[in-house]
């Protein structure tokens, strides 16, 4: 069974401010059209990923690109 990802308010503040949407998964879902405006990172590990670090309630959180978020 897969666990659901969940966001606190302040991180669903920047989501949403960058027109992104949450599916019912948990998901993240940027449009490309904002991607541009996001400062993305690379992953060490996987370099052809993207990665995202931003804040929430309890400190900066660091996501992944096809994990927790995705541009459509």
């Known amino acids: 069974m897969d666990k659901k990802l969940v966001w ?3 991180q669903m ?3 949403f401010r960058h027109h992104g949407r949450i599916d019912n998964r948990g998901i993240i879902h940027f449009p490309k059209s ?3 405006k996001i400062h993305f990172g690379n992953s ?3 370099p ?3 990665t995202l670090m931003f804040s ?3 400190g900066v959180c660091l ?3 096809g994990m927790h978020f ?3």
């Open 63 to 65: 996501i992944f690109e």
């Open 13 to 15: 503040e920047f989501i």
């Open 56 to 58: 929430g309630y309890t």
């Open 44 to 46: 060490v590990r996987y």
């Open 8 to 10: 606190d308010a302040h």
């Open 34 to 36: 904002e991607a541009s």
């Open 70 to 72: 995705v541009i459509d």
């Open 48 to 50: 052809d990923k993207r």
